[in-house]
């Protein structure tokens, strides 16, 4: 057994609705819905309501207690799934050990997860477990590796929905796959069991096209104007504060400030969600040095100035969205 770099999670979960299912799995990246997604269609085949799942996690339970449940031996032959979370826990070297040399010559009964929240082959042990297992990549996914899933998602549950409506939702609500199911859900539930298209969902009562404030980070993040511009006149129709644009936009270039300097990132709220966090370095190519600290006293000037000026919000911050889209500093 070893990690195949070129599965995809739906090919996996396609194999295992097929029987063919692996003693080990390695599931890195903490998305929180794709566990539980995964760990739902792994039970409903192997288990077959007939086995156990039992759950353990390192920072409570000790190891002797995980490879106590990995050596019980059912006089039965009782399927079970024992699911592993917090697993760089594990600390000592003998137990690391022991964790290897199990999955090597794994009990023919059991299905072991193992969970972490990183995605992290830099580190031995989770890359020594990885090789040694089916390795899946659970986090939460950039907007292309999206679609693939939330479209595999709905049609396992029979929602009729476009690759157009699909995007949609991902684009308004794309800050975890769980908010984007549940929004495709909701939808489908007042169409009465009809195709989600972007015609039908406009004349759904109270759907309106509104955005997040993380939204508008990326799409300054990576100098998309004319969607930058959108995003703010939506925020601002919606009633977003503008000290609370403002103060997400500080957030977003200090972080990508204190990247660019080569500064660790304070520990605690940043004021940008996993998604941003994970799109810094890319982010951060568009920039140099002076720009961003440009940006950052255009952006405590606006602060200023909305409070002493009878000009909209949107008036006031349009420009500084074209100079930072336009790189244009005059």
Same mark, same amino acid.
């Given at each position: 057994m070893?990690?195949?770099?070129?599965a995809?999670?739906g090919q996996?979960i396609?194999?295992?609705?097929?029987?063919?299912?692996?003693?080990?799995?390695?599931?890195?990246?903490?998305?929180?819905?794709?566990? @539980?997604y %995964?760990?739902?269609?792994?039970?409903?085949?192997? !288990?077959?309501?007939?086995?156990?799942?039992?759950?353990l996690?390192? @920072?409570?339970?000790?190891?002797? /207690?995980?490879?106590?449940?990995?050596?019980?031996?059912?006089? &039965?032959e009782?399927?079970?799934?024992?699911?592993?979370?917090?697993?760089?826990?594990l600390r000592?070297?003998?137990?690391?050990?022991?964790?290897?040399? =199990?999955?090597? %010559?794994?009990?023919?009964?059991?299905? !072991?997860?193992?969970?972490?929240?990183? =995605?992290?082959?830099?580190?031995? %042990?989770?890359?020594?477990?990885?090789k040694?297992?089916?390795?899946?990549? !659970?986090?939460?996914? %950039?907007?292309?590796?999206?679609?693939?899933?939330?479209?595999?998602?709905?049609?396992?549950?029979?929602?009729?929905? #476009? @690759?157009?409506?699909?995007?949609?939702?991902?684009?308004?609500?794309?800050d975890?796959t769980?908010?984007?199911?549940?929004?495709?859900? *909701?939808?489908?539930?007042?169409?009465?069991?009809e195709e989600?298209n972007?015609?039908?969902?406009?004349?759904?009562?109270?759907?309106?096209?509104?955005?997040?404030?993380?939204?508008?980070?990326d799409?300054?993040? /990576?100098k998309?104007l004319?969607?930058?511009l959108?995003?703010?006149?939506?925020?601002?129709?919606?009633?977003?504060? &503008?000290?609370?644009?403002?103060?997400?936009?500080?957030?977003?270039?200090?972080?990508? !400030?204190w990247k660019k300097?080569g500064?660790?990132?304070?520990?605690?709220?940043?004021?940008?969600? *996993?998604?941003?966090t994970s799109?810094? #370095?890319s =982010? @951060?190519?568009? =920039?140099?040095?002076?720009?961003?600290?440009?940006?950052?006293q255009?952006?405590?000037?606006?602060?200023?100035l909305?409070?002493?000026?009878?000009l909209s919000d949107?008036?006031l911050?349009q420009?500084?969205?074209i100079?930072?889209c336009?790189?244009?500093?005059?």
């Amino acid at each position: 057994m070893g990690r195949n770099k070129n599965a995809s999670v739906g090919q996996i979960i396609r194999r295992i609705h097929s029987r063919e299912i692996a003693p080990v799995y390695a599931l890195y990246g903490g998305d929180p819905f794709l566990e @539980d997604y %995964f760990i739902s269609e792994l039970s409903q085949t192997f !288990l077959e309501s007939n086995g156990e799942k039992t759950h353990l996690s390192l @920072d409570q339970d000790s190891e002797e /207690k995980l490879f106590g449940e990995l050596s019980a031996i059912s006089m &039965f032959e009782e399927k079970r799934i024992i699911i592993v979370r917090e697993i760089k826990k594990l600390r000592s070297k003998h137990g690391r050990q022991e964790l290897i040399q =199990y999955i090597q %010559f794994p009990n023919p009964t059991i299905v !072991l997860l193992i969970i972490s929240d990183e =995605y992290d082959l830099r580190n031995s %042990f989770l890359d020594n477990i990885a090789k040694h297992s089916v390795l899946l990549d !659970l986090r939460t996914p %950039f907007k292309e590796k999206m679609q693939e899933w939330v479209r595999y998602i709905v049609k396992s549950r029979n929602i009729k929905i #476009t @690759d157009e409506a699909i995007a949609h939702y991902i684009r308004i609500y794309g800050d975890s796959t769980a908010h984007v199911i549940n929004e495709i859900e *909701k939808t489908y539930l007042m169409l009465g069991d009809e195709e989600i298209n972007e015609e039908n969902m406009e004349h759904i009562e109270g759907f309106d096209r509104i955005f997040q404030l993380w939204h508008l980070q990326d799409s300054l993040g /990576k100098k998309e104007l004319h969607t930058s511009l959108e995003i703010t006149r939506s925020l601002l129709g919606n009633g977003m504060p &503008f000290p609370r644009i403002l103060v997400s936009l500080v957030y977003l270039y200090q972080q990508m !400030l204190w990247k660019k300097m080569g500064q660790q990132k304070p520990v605690g709220y940043t004021g940008i969600n *996993k998604i941003i966090t994970s799109n810094i #370095t890319s =982010y @951060d190519q568009s =920039y140099s040095h002076s720009e961003l600290v440009r940006v950052l006293q255009e952006l405590r000037k606006l602060d200023i100035l909305c409070k002493s000026t009878s000009l909209s919000d949107e008036s006031l911050i349009q420009p500084l969205i074209i100079k930072i889209c336009q790189s244009q500093y005059v």
